[in-house]
């Protein structure tokens, strides 16, 4: 399954937009961990996050989900836990990249996906359904949504339905607009080539044959000599 692409890059304002600027430490692999400072207020599902240095974990991975964690500037305080779906990228970069959705000018910028330095892979936000709609509304595109009401335990956000809102505010599938596994292009051998993969039996036949028609040739000679 594989979305097209080109909204992303089309409707969503890449690393280091002028209105909310991120800087990028990165520190753990193993949990994604990167400081993130912001020269002005973001919006994450769920709440706005002033200006100011947090720290972004990946606390939970798997196929189909993540959960992301939104920590202080010393990591000592955890201010918000969001849900995510992962999203491939054919291209990895060497570093952060923050896409963000594209918001009016009065407003502030909402966080659409997070990429780690080097990872095909990122994590989408999904957003609750009333503020996925008005998004989608001013995106012209899909946006992933969650009920606006999450379960009180917070270790059970990942059974959290996910659906996406096209911009006339209908629910759809996110496997319409989520990548979740590469592109595959099939490559054709060319014509004078054989596949590894083909079946060796043509060529015993072909063989064959020739064995076939040397016997009888040999015979023939064999008789008109005697």
């Known amino acids: 399954m594989y979305r097209n692409k080109p909204f992303v890059f089309t409707f969503c304002l890449a690393l280091l937009f002028v209105g909310a600027m991120p800087s990028a430490v990165m520190a ?5 961990a990167t400081k993130l400072t912001f020269s002005e207020p973001v919006e994450v599902p769920g709440l706005v996050l002033s ?15 993540n959960i992301v964690q939104v920590w202080d ?23 952060t990249v923050i896409h963000f959705e594209e918001r009016p000018s009065d407003s502030p910028e909402a966080i659409h996906s997070w990429y780690y330095p080097g990872a095909n892979y990122g994590e989408e936000f999904v957003y609750p359904k009333t503020k996925a709609a008005r998004f989608a509304k001013q995106t012209s595109r899909p946006v992933l949504a969650m009920p606006d009401e999450l ?6 956000i990942k059974q959290t339905p996910v659906k996406a809102i ?13 990548a979740t596994e590469p592109l595959v292009v099939p490559v054709e051998a060319p014509a004078n080539s054989l596949p590894k993969t083909g079946s060796s039996l043509p060529f015993l036949e072909a063989a064959g044959l020739m064995v076939l028609a040397v016997a009888v040739a040999l015979r023939v000679a064999a008789l008109r000599i005697g």
């Not at 753990?28 to 994604?32: H, I, L, N, P, T």
């Not at 720290?55 to 989900?65: E, H, N, P």
């Not at 969001?82 to 970069?93: F, G, H, M, S, V």
């Not at 096209?166 to 989520?178: A, L, Y």
């Open 28 to 32: 753990d692999e193993w949990d994604k």
């Open 51 to 65: 200006a100011g240095t947090y720290w972004f974990t990946l606390a939970d991975g798997d196929s189909d989900r």
């Open 73 to 95: 500037a010393d990591r000592m305080h955890l201010i918000t836990t969001i849900l995510a779906i992962p999203d491939y990228r054919l291209q990895p970069t060497g570093k």
């Open 151 to 156: 379960p009180a335990d917070t270790s059970r």
């Open 166 to 178: 096209n911009p006339s505010g209908e629910e759809i599938e996110i496997t319409e607009i989520v």
